[in-house]
């Protein structure tokens, strides 16, 4: 089992930044990736960024040039640094990491809300 904490979130406004950063525990092995997920209201959860362990790192169309994924190896933490926030950006995130070809583990997830 792993286990995955992800304080972080808040309230920020239009054109703000925000932190997010998921720790995981437990059984930690054959890691496939990290990153992180969101659901807006009746939408869909999407994917939002995520890192394929030693080859390559995505992000959502929506996202790139704005969000920037991170991963510390020694910490089993991953991170994502959000600037240049916009309100459709509102949603909760959640951390997902993948381990091996089809076990996934999710956080509890955590509110982002993008509003003046």
């Known amino acids: 089992q792993v286990q995955l904490v992800e304080p972080g979130g808040g309230l920020v406004q239009p054109g703000g930044s925000l932190r997010l950063s998921c720790a995981a525990s437990g059984s930690i092995f054959s890691i496939y990736a990290m990153g992180w997920y969101r659901q807006a209201p009746g939408k869909q959860r999407e994917l939002v960024a995520r890192?394929?362990?030693?080859?390559?790192?995505n992000y959502a169309d929506s996202v790139k040039g704005r969000f920037t994924i991170s991963r510390d190896n020694a910490r089993n933490t991953v991170y994502l640094q959000m600037n240049s926030l916009k309100p459709e950006d509102t949603a909760v995130y959640y951390c997902?990491?993948?381990?091996?070809?089809?076990?996934?583990?999710w956080g509890q997830g955590t509110q982002v809300t993008v509003s003046s």
């Open positions: 890192i394929i362990t030693g080859v390559s790192t």
């Open positions: 997902n990491v993948q381990q091996g070809t089809t076990r996934h583990y």
